[in-house]
């Protein structure tokens, strides 16, 4: 019985335009496999080419992200290191949006806040007898985080694959932040926090902590120093800027917090209210309004003697260069959140001197004194730990020397604090990850253990950091028994240099 299928008759045959259609799909193959070729040997393993070029996904330091290139290496070394030694290990991933650019954090920020990690990871692999060992990855969300979903998904599948316990960083406050501590939350990986403040990110389901303090500490220490220089100096006047992008939590939060510290405080602020609306993206119109807004403030008379920034730093920037224009004064204090680092956004190397040059001329005619509520400040490690800071008493001055040695730069970049709190976001894992080992009596550290040891960081059990004790509030992992710094940021230099930009000026307390 024959067993052929029944076969349609066939339509006769146009060799020409099967030919040229051949041709055709063989050249888009070749093309797509160049394409698949090169977005391979660009990326590399974990990470992978979007939209406009850019390289995102987790790497052990094999891929050199945009502004990493040099870092990356000692990273892959360390780690190859570990790797070779057979010693116990476990993975620790710092993610941030690697190459800079989202919203007002430049590419400068975030390498001083992955080399800082870097030297966490260092100085935990070089104590001798002690496991496990720390492996770090770099886990690159793209411009903006846009990218975060992906990433959160590869960092969940490396838990068990890498060991892969926690991860640290997370440099920008906003809603695609706020998605992947949610995620990475019910996945059982635990988080510390470096340069975030919103204070969304907090709960009381444990998970999140953080060694950055959230707005509504910032706010309620800056709110005490107003009041206490309003005690000072009777008719000592205060009014709020804001910006009412409700798409920014950071800035949403800033003003919400302010007013509800300015109530608490007794302090008296000013019935008027200045807002503004920013943007994301080059074609914001935010630079117009804050004309506006500086015509507001410096166009009276007599300015008010502090006003209150509730914005981000690249906005603040625009009101500095605004209420210079056309040489004009405007003797007036003010005071800002962390976000104020953000005046230096991206404003690294020759081709930005002259922007810098800009701001300096009209930050000089404004003679506007500019204060900032800093997250850490090198002399805050003398505060905390007494003497110097430097020597026996206080772990600044290693720190500092190592920066040197393996970043390389001027050590006053460390004075930004983002360095310091990439390192204690790193190092307060790897020390949690150590205390498992005596806890649990384990070789084998599992992210469950390292979330229960970082619960049981305050007290006794603090870690010591570069920017003081990293101790956590049980309840809500938010930074505890350390002070903020009042930060005064400079201008540049009239040749357009950055120099020397950040003056502590004094410990604040956060009045909880």
């Known amino acids: 019985m024959s067993t052929r299928l029944f076969e349609p008759p066939r339509p006769p045959r146009r060799w020409g335009l099967w030919i040229v259609s051949a041709l055709v799909v063989a050249a888009l193959v070749a093309v797509a496999v160049v394409r698949i070729v090169d977005t391979a040997g660009r990326c590399g393993e974990g990470v992978r080419e979007v939209a406009g070029g850019e390289c995102v996904g987790v790497t052990d330091g094999a891929y050199a992200f945009e502004n990493m290139k040099g870092l990356s290496s000692?990273?892959?070394d360390e780690n190859a290191r570990v790797a070779k030694s057979g010693e116990r290990s476990v993975a620790i991933a710092y993610i941030e949006a690697m190459a800079g650019g989202s919203t007002d954090r430049g590419p400068e920020a975030t390498r001083q806040a992955v080399s800082g990690a870097y030297l966490a990871q260092r100085a935990l692999n070089a104590e001798r007898s002690t496991i496990p060992k720390i492996r770090l990855l770099l886990a690159n969300t793209g411009r903006g985080d846009r990218h975060w979903n992906q990433v959160v998904d590869q960092l969940i599948a490396m838990r068990d694959k890498e060991h892969l316990v926690a991860v640290a960083g997370f440099g920008q406050s906003n809603e695609r932040t706020a998605g992947a501590v949610k995620r990475l939350r019910a996945a059982g990986l635990p988080m510390v926090g470096a340069t975030v403040a919103a204070d969304g990110l907090s709960s009381r389901m444990a998970g999140f902590y953080r060694v950055s303090f959230p707005n509504r500490d910032q706010t309620a220490a800056a709110a005490g120093y107003l009041k206490e220089q309003q005690r000072r100096h009777p008719g000592y006047r205060v009014q709020v800027i804001r910006d009412g992008n409700e798409q920014d939590s950071y800035n949403t939060s800033l003003y919400e917090d302010f007013s509800?510290?300015?109530?608490?405080?007794?302090?008296?602020?000013?019935?008027?209210?200045?807002?503004?609306?920013?943007?994301?993206?080059?074609?914001?119109?935010?630079?117009?309004?804050?004309?506006?807004?500086?015509?507001?403030?410096?166009?009276?008379?007599?300015?008010?003697?502090?006003?209150?920034f509730a914005g981000r730093g690249r906005e603040l920037r625009r009101f500095i260069e605004a209420a210079g224009e056309g040489g004009r004064h405007c003797r007036t204090t003010v005071l800002s959140g962390s976000s104020a680092l953000g005046v230096y956004f991206d404003t690294g190397g020759a081709k930005h001197r002259a922007e810098l040059a800009m701001l300096a001329e009209r930050w000089k005619y404004s003679q506007l004194t500019v204060y900032y509520t800093a997250f850490t400040h090198?002399?805050?490690?003398?505060?905390?730990?007494?003497?110097?800071?430097?020597?026996?008493?206080?772990?600044?001055?290693?720190?500092?020397?190592?920066?040197?040695?393996?970043?390389?730069?001027?050590?006053?970049?460390?004075?930004?604090?983002?360095?310091?709190?990439?390192?204690?976001?790193?190092?307060?894992?790897?020390?949690?990850?150590?205390?498992?080992?005596?806890v649990y009596g384990t070789h084998q550290v599992t992210a469950r253990m390292v979330l229960a040891m970082l619960e049981q960081t305050n007290g006794r059990s603090r870690v010591r950091g570069i920017s003081g004790h990293i101790a956590f509030d049980p309840d809500t992992g938010e930074p505890v028994d350390r002070p903020l710094a009042l930060v005064e940021l400079r201008r540049p230099t009239d040749d357009g240099e950055a120099g020397d930009i950040y003056r502590f000026v004094a410990p604040l307390s956060i009045g909880r």
């Open 378 to 438: 090198p002399a805050i490690s003398r505060e905390v730990y007494g003497g110097t800071g430097n020597g026996p008493s206080g772990p600044f001055a290693d720190f500092a020397r190592v920066y040197r040695e393996e970043v390389g730069g001027p050590t006053t970049a460390l004075a930004s604090g983002q360095a310091m709190l990439g390192h204690d976001a790193t190092y307060t894992i790897g020390k949690a990850a150590r205390n498992a080992v005596v």
């Open 260 to 308: 509800a510290a300015a109530r608490r405080t007794g302090l008296t602020v000013a019935d008027e209210v200045i807002p503004f609306r920013s943007g994301e993206g080059e074609q914001t119109t935010a630079g117009n309004a804050l004309s506006l807004v500086a015509d507001k403030v410096c166009g009276s008379p007599k300015p008010p003697d502090a006003v209150y």
């Open 74 to 76: 000692k990273i892959h």
